[in-house]
């Protein structure tokens, strides 16, 4: 390496000289995270000598860093600006091979300890006189992150002579400069991945590999994540996986590699269409028995209080009164009962292979997810607008009278396809819901393997269907209901009245994921099957027939007129929310900022009932504006892959999702699913500096 041979040379002339100087070093700046000062191995500028050897030498107290070049998530590099020095035409600025560290929760790379930057000074006119003056920019960071701003200076008279200290120490950190011709590297290739958000490079060299580490540099404006670093065929081969956290333009990346603290490369690697495979898989979790036992009790009992989320409510009270006519037939009541439980057990298992097949092709996973898709939505409203207006009495399918009696015998021999349905649809309306004890459980299946996917979701479908086998093992319980009667004309009413209240949120959500049009003529769409539906003259084939063409419409509507989500007009939150950054969360706390983050969607009412029963009222609100706490919100409406990994990362698959940061606790505390007044103040305090 050229510039090792530089100082090796520097060392053999300190060898026979026998003059050793002063130490060459500027007046130190000292504050209690840093002292800094200019070193050089020259005492003075020699006769014709057209270069000078220095360097800054950063010493960090316990606990306190600083960046390197490319800082990693966030962060700020060192800046200096030499020209107020004096016959001086260039300053080489040289970096050491850079360290891992995590600061708030985020990946950072950067420097511990002490760290001396090397510097090439080329002079204007050799063998005379130089002044060096350094104006220095350095982010240091511990609890938080303090800007140091400040100058040096150092006069370096004409003469000869070596500073044998500054010349040990600028050779040892020169020693650490990655080998900029790449090492033994045969080949080294990287793969970018936009629509997964992975970034994944292999690298193959003739030394093997021991405790290696990737740092890689692919433009401003990159951010990656914690790397998944595997090694194979004897250690020749080093392969590291990053999730892309945030991105602007990406080039082609280059790659420094660290070995321990004697080996250190850096190398430009050669895109490729396909990613390379891993030398290995990555182990299974193993799952504890007792552990699993455990999180599937949370799960059913997170799946019984789904039961009293006004998502699901209508639709088991609807099962409930549609029971009032057959009060006398217990048979018929405990088999309608079993097949609605069937029918919620079977949309979990549904539910719970989908998922397990998506993320194993890598997709990121959640619960409720579905209701950011528009089609799903329209789908929904043609269903919940045709329930409203048969609640309402506006039609009564009639059919042929042969079909009537067959259909009637299909149910004397145990046809229970329309109480399985109804199973079923209360399961898909509880997803856009959570409920305590609701989110742990379904991250700790989303986290593990196949049997904890099922065994979790099973325990779910169980806890949601609890209400139903109740009544199946106790059909007499029916019989405590009211008789019959004109009350029941006004429990029906009632029921629409809730089902259109849920239509219109339908409607309220599409807005959101696929802009007013979309969401205007699906409801159009619907409305208009609904009505010929209602058509009482037409025979019920041509009817049927009528409204299946404009449900279609509603939902193939979506794809002529989904726009943009539309922007929130300011002013109508009643607490001043910030687009999310996760970046940015760092670097409030570093200043001493706490931040409150609010992950919502306007499909998920549980985080409606969430921030207008607890965030937006007193004592909360006089609490964020008391400690000046940044409000940060991120909207998962439509699918974000950035929200995505960051729920990843915390654990969680599902929302709401609510945690605060701040100096006293830089990777955030997270809250409970259905929030509270006390626990929010409570993570406030503790957060801050406050005992």
């Known amino acids: 390496m050229l510039n090792l041979a530089i100082f090796l040379l520097t060392g053999a002339f300190f060898v026979i000289s026998p003059h050793a100087g002063m130490a060459a070093s500027s007046k130190a700046h000292e504050t209690t995270p840093v002292t800094a000062r200019l070193v050089t191995v020259q005492d003075g500028v020699a006769q014709n000598a057209g270069t000078i050897t220095g360097g800054l030498d950063v010493r960090l107290s316990t606990g306190w860093k600083t960046y390197w070049r490319t800082p990693g998530e966030v962060g700020m590099p060192p800046q200096v600006d030499w020209s107020g020095s004096e016959n001086v035409e260039d300053v080489e600025f040289q970096w050491p091979a850079p360290e891992r560290f995590t600061a708030f929760g985020i990946q950072n790379f950067g420097y ?5 930057f090397p510097l090439q000074i080329t002079l204007n006119v050799p063998g005379k006189a130089a002044r060096l003056k350094a104006d220095v920019s350095l982010l240091v960071c511990s609890e938080i992150c303090v800007p140091e701003n400040f100058y040096l200076e150092l006069d370096l008279p004409e003469g000869d002579g070596i500073d044998l200290v500054s010349a040990d120490a600028i050779a040892r950190s020169v020693a650490r400069l990655p080998d900029d011709t790449g090492d033994s590297t045969s080949s080294a290739v990287s793969h970018v991945d936009s629509a997964a958000g992975r970034m994944t490079f292999a690298v193959r060299t003739a030394e093997p590999f021991t405790f290696p580490d990737v740092f890689p540099e692919a433009g401003d404006g990159v951010a990656l994540g914690a790397p998944d670093i595997r090694v194979g065929d004897n250690g020749h081969v080093l392969w590291a996986r990053f999730p892309i956290l945030s991105s602007g333009p990406i080039e082609t990346p280059s790659i420094t590699v660290t070995d321990g603290q004697a080996r250190a490369f850096t190398v430009q690697t050669e895109a490729v269409d396909q990613a390379p495979a891993p030398p290995f898989g990555s182990a299974p979790r193993t799952t504890d028995l007792g552990m699993l036992v455990g999180i599937a009790a949370l799960a059913f009992l997170g799946g019984l209080i789904l039961n009293v989320m006004p998502c699901v409510l209508p639709i088991l009270a609807i099962k409930l009164s549609s029971v009032l006519k057959n009060m006398t037939d217990t048979r018929h009541v405990r088999r309608g009962f079993l097949a609605a439980a069937g029918g919620v057990v079977t949309f979990m298992w549904v539910l719970a292979a989908v998922l397990y097949g998506l993320k194993w092709t890598g997709m990121s996973v959640g619960w409720g997810v579905q209701f950011q898709n528009p089609f799903f939505l329209a789908i929904l409203i043609v269903i919940m607008t045709a329930f409203t207006a048969n609640l309402f009495g506006a039609f009564e399918i009639s059919l042929p009278s042969g079909l009537q009696t067959r259909l009637a015998r299909s149910g004397r021999t145990g046809n229970l396809t329309g109480d399985f ?56 319980l029916v019989t405590r209901l009211p008789r019959p009667g004109r009350w029941m004309l006004h429990v029906k009413a009632g029921l629409g009245v809730l089902l259109m209240a849920t239509v219109a949120w339908l409607v309220w959500v599409m807005i959101g994921v696929a802009g007013q049009r979309a969401a205007v003529a699906a409801l159009g769409f619907a409305l208009v099957a609904t009505a010929i539906l209602s058509l009482s003259r037409l025979q019920w084939a041509p009817r049927f027939a009528g409204s299946a063409v404009f449900a279609g419409l509603a939902v193939f509507a979506v794809s002529l007129f989904e726009a943009a989500p539309p922007v929130s007009a300011p002013g109508k939150e009643k607490l001043a929310w910030a687009p999310f950054d996760r970046a940015k969360i760092a670097r409030f706390v570093s200043t001493g900022d706490v931040v409150f983050v609010d992950v919502t969607a306007d499909w998920c009412l549980t985080c409606k009932a969430n921030k207008s029963l607890v965030l937006e009222k007193e004592p909360v609100r006089s609490a964020f504006a008391r400690n000046d706490v940044v409000l940060m919100q991120a909207d998962w409406t439509r699918p974000d892959d950035a929200i995505s990994r960051y729920l990843e990362r915390h654990g969680r698959f599902g929302i709401p999702f609510n945690a605060v940061y701040g100096p006293a606790a830089p990777e955030g505390i997270v809250l409970s699913e259905i929030l509270t007044t006390d626990t929010i103040i409570d993570a406030l305090e503790r957060a801050s500096h406050q005992d």
């Open 421 to 476: 349905s109804t199973g079923m649809f209360a399961a898909v309306m509880a997803t856009p819901c959570s409920a305590p004890l609701l989110g742990t459980a379904v991250a700790f299946a989303l986290a593990g393997n196949a049997l904890d996917i099922a065994v979790i979701f099973s325990s779910l479908g169980l806890g949601l269907a609890s209400p139903y086998l109740i009544v199946a093992a106790r059909p007499g």
């Open 112 to 116: 511990h300890g002490d760290v001396l």
